[in-house]
Structures are given as structure tokens and as C-alpha cells.
């Protein structure tokens, strides 16, 4: 049973205001396995006025010297990387091998690209006889999501440390281990006091005050579109900078030139990666209806061969985070049957001989229209709804007519093609044969969000644009 009933504040592990706590239940065992301090508006004040206390020094610091801090959280993030594994296996039910593998990947990835990226930004440049300057926004509301949680924490900590930012972080109340066992790194590591700080609990308790707190200059927030719409209006009457990364139900076009069973065997294996639980996972699935039936043989014989089990084993898929993640999955499931769409495999209820744990069938549907409801919302679990185009102009639209627009991708042999359709696609990240890299924006179009993250473009929401004109002279235009 793990117990964590201190917050990161200025330095220090202290004992929050009030004497409150909240379990985390393990989603495999459904089982308590810990208890974590709940926050109130008070540790919020007092971790704000911390990071107000340190913006100063920490905002004058060199280039130099804050890319020798995140070197050393490198090293120190490298010594506890079993740990956070085996958290995120605790909290989130995510496979051993994920776990330890992707997850932290990803976190060391988003470090690694910090670092490499402070060490040639431009922070001031002068254009004509004006010198533009970027400097860092202020104290900055961390607010992060439980699916991804070493990664949202990184794409936000590590960029605002690498601006000179002073930072409040709130990990999700469903998967705050991976969260505390980072503050740990942050303070092993010798980040200066106040720089950064950590407050566990909820969105009411932690999130609201944060959010709307006046010291506060802006707030990252991932987390579902409805969240996220909270968020920006309790930030809107300090009229302080919000970005947003939010939910997506993002389109996967499969062109006719593709090699189809190795691509819709990749779709659906990419899809139930973290139980289906991304928020940029490519859910609906475009196949020519030339070659639908090819496809949905596939694409059953790929879910097939999905192992679904314990996460401490060697599984592809461990349990969804909760219980009510687990109710909205299978309401979503019967709601497709419902409406018409065809189960090639899955379905309501839990995997064979798996009666404890928030295990979901891999699914698949096929004969789905993009007017039905797992066409339209946002499932979050290992279901892929698949789709038919006659045409690229048809594909275009289906993927297109969405509330959403975080990512897509375009499978096909003809580079050329590919890239055509791929710029026609209103979304924020466009994969060509599931490309990848750490540089890229990462962000959506309509309710997926605003501001982008990762690589040069996750340093920008964190730094404010100053304007000196006159600071240089005029050159004599006489000679």
C-alpha cells in the first residue's frame, strides 16, 4: 500500500492544510493499493506564492545553467525508471512492458528534445532597428491527465523549465503515484525551490483554484474537451493564457495502394496500445469499399491475436483505468450494436475467464456511418470503428466531418498521394505511414484544443513576446 501525504512546495515535502486523502484503486485487482494527500485552495496558495517567490532568479538564469538542471534530472529520472514503471503499473493498469518501455520513452524523449532545443533557441534577435525578445510568461498551472501521465507531465514541465518558467504541477487524482515519484526526481535532481512544485487531489479541490488563482499567468490543462472547457472559464477572468489539449476522434485513410492487411494489422494493434486509452489513437479506420471485406478479415484476425491480462505479465493489453471508464466503454459497445454497426469482434463484457478487472474486449466494427455515436464520440478504450469511401474526396470529408481534429494518418504506397491528402486533413498532427517525431506539434483543430506541444513549438505557449523598437540605430541612408 502506498502512501504519499506530502506535497512538493518551495523546496520542501510538507503536510498539506487539511488532513484529507483519497484512495487509488488498482484497476486490475479492483482493489485499493494507495492513499494520496488531497489538496484545497490553500496548498494551492501556498504553492503559487512559492513559484511567484522564484520566478525572479529562476527567469535571469543562462541558457547554460538550466540546461545543466535538466541534464541532471536525465540522470536522476534514468536511476527511478523501474519505479515509475511499477507505478504506472499500479495506478493505470498499464502493461509491464509499456510501462517501462513507451511510457518512459516518451518522458525521456520529451527531455532529450528540451535539451537539444534550448541549446539553439533564439530568445532575442533583432529585426531592423527593433529588438524582439522572448521571455518566459511567469508562474505557470500545470494540469494533467491520467491516461498518458508521464508523458503530459513531461511535454509541460520540461519546456517550462527550459524557458525559465516556475511551475504548480496537478497530476490526475486517478494516477498521482507516476506524478509524486517525478517530484522526487525534480527535487533529487536539485531544481531550485520554488521552481518547481507539486500538489495532489482534484479537479474542485486543486484544479478550480489553480486554474482561476490571480498569481497564475497561464494554464496548461490536458484532459477531455468538457474539462477543458471548465478550465478556460475559470481561467477568463484574469485574462491569463490557456492552452488546451483535449479529446479527438482522429481518422486513419487507408489508400487504395496500400498494402491493407499489413496496414489494418498495424491500425488495430497501434489502437489498443494503453487499453485505447489516447487521446490521439486513430479510431475510425477509412478503407476503400473495394476492399472492405479484405479489411474486416484483417482487422479480426488482428484483434484476435490481442492478448488481454494481467499487466505485471506479458500482455498487450492490461484494464482500463476505473470502473466508470469501464461503464462508458461498454455503453459506447452496445450503443454501436445498437444503432447498426457490424461486431466483427469483441463486444460488451469482459475477456474469457477475466472476472476481476476493468478488462474490455478488443473490438472491431465495420458497416459504420460517421452519424453514429462511436463515429462521433470519443470511446477511449480498444475500439475501432471502421469506414467506407468510394473516392479520396469522400474519404476527405469523413475524416474532416468531426467535432474533433488532434490527428489522422494516411497509409498509402504513393508518397505523393499520400502527402496530398494528408494536407487536405483539418487536424493537428497528419502521420504519413505513421510517422514520428519528437519535434513535431503535437495539438488539435476545434474542440481537440489549442497551443501546441512537444519539440521548439511546446516552448512557445510558455514565453511571452516583448518588442523594443529604437534599440538599434537607424543605419544613415546616405551611406
Known amino acids: 500500500m502506498r502512501e504519499y501525504t506530502k506535497f512538493y512546495i518551495g523546496g520542501d515535502w510538507v503536510d498539506p492544510a487539511e488532513s484529507r486523502t483519497f484512495d487509488v484503486v488498482n484497476p486490475a485487482t479492483e482493489q485499493v493499493c494507495g492513499r494520496v494527500a488531497a489538496g484545497s485552495a490553500e496548498d494551492v496558495d501556498r504553492a503559487v506564492a512559492a513559484a511567484r517567490a522564484a520566478f525572479p532568479a529562476w527567469s535571469r538564469t543562462s541558457v547554460a545553467d538550466r540546461i545543466a538542471v535538466l541534464r541532471t534530472i536525465s540522470e536522476r529520472f534514468e536511476e527511478r525508471r523501474a519505479d515509475l514503471a511499477a507505478a504506472l503499473t499500479e495506478e493505470m493498469g498499464a502493461p509491464a512492458a509499456l510501462a517501462g518501455g513507451f511510457h518512459c520513452d516518451l518522458a525521456a524523449g520529451h527531455l532529450a528534445t528540451a535539451i537539444e532545443v534550448l541549446e539553439g533557441f533564439t ?10 525578445v522572448r521571455e518566459p510568461i511567469g508562474v505557470c498551472g500545470l494540469i494533467t491527465p491520467w491516461n498518458w501521465p508521464l508523458n503530459q507531465i513531461a511535454v509541460k514541465v520540461f519546456p517550462a523549465l527550459a524557458t525559465g518558467c516556475t511551475m504548480v504541477l496537478k497530476p490526475s487524482e486517478q494516477s498521482p503515484f507516476s506524478g509524486q515519484i517525478f517530484a522526487e526526481i525534480l527535487a533529487a535532481a536539485g531544481v531550485p525551490a520554488g521552481v518547481f512544485n507539486l500538489v495532489q487531489g482534484d479537479g474542485p479541490g486543486v484544479g478550480v483554484p489553480l486554474s482561476a488563482h490571480p498569481d497564475v499567468d497561464m494554464v496548461s490543462f490536458t484532459g477531455s474537451t468538457r474539462a477543458g472547457v471548465e478550465v478556460a472559464r475559470n481561467a477568463a477572468p484574469g485574462v491569463k493564457r490557456v492552452t488546451q489539449e483535449l479529446g479527438g476522434k482522429s481518422a486513419n485513410i487507408v489508400l487504395d495502394d496500400a498494402d491493407l492487411p499489413a496496414n489494418v494489422a498495424t491500425a488495430v494493434a497501434t489502437l489498443v496500445v494503453n487499453s485505447g486509452q489516447t487521446c490521439s489513437a486513430l479510431s475510425r479506420m477509412l478503407i476503400p469499399n473495394s476492399r472492405m471485406a479484405e479489411a474486416i478479415e484483417a482487422a479480426r484476425q488482428a484483434a484476435e491475436a490481442i492478448t ?22 461498454q455503453a459506447l459497445i452496445r450503443k454501436g450494436i445498437e444503432e447498426g454497426a457490424t ?10 475467464g477475466l472476472d476481476t478487472g476493468y478488462y474490455v474486449k478488443p473490438t472491431v466494427f465495420a458497416d459504420v456511418t460517421n452519424d453514429m455515436t462511436i463515429a462521433r464520440e470519443e470511446i477511449f478504450g480498444p475500439v475501432l ?29 504513393d ?14 498532427w497528419v502521420g504519413i505511414n505513421d510517422g514520428f517525431d519528437f519535434h513535431c506539434p503535437f495539438g488539435g483543430y476545434r474542440k481537440s484544443g489549442n497551443g501546441r506541444e512537444w519539440g521548439e513549438f511546446g516552448f512557445e505557449d510558455y514565453l511571452e513576446i516583448k518588442g523594443i523598437p529604437g534599440w538599434a540605430t537607424a543605419p544613415d541612408p546616405g551611406q
Not at 474526396?393 to 489522422?408: M, R, T
Not at 508518397?415 to 493537428?428: H, N
Open 123 to 132: 530568445f532575442e534577435e533583432l529585426r531592423g532597428t527593433t529588438l524582439i
Open 308 to 329: 488481454v491480462g494481467d499487466p505485471t505479465g506479458d500482455v498487450a493489453v492490461g484494464p482500463v483505468v476505473s470502473g466508470a471508464q469501464f461503464d462508458k466503454i
Open 343 to 352: 461486431l466483427v469482434i469483441g463486444g460488451p463484457g469482459r475477456p474469457a
Open 385 to 413: 470503428c471502421i469506414l467506407g469511401y468510394d473516392d479520396l474526396d469522400q474519404a476527405v470529408a469523413i475524416a474532416n466531418d468531426s467535432d474533433y481534429g488532434l490527428a489522422g494518418n494516411v497509409a498509402g504506397a
Open 415 to 428: 508518397l505523393e498521394q499520400a502527402r496530398a491528402v494528408a494536407r487536405r486533413l483539418r487536424a493537428g
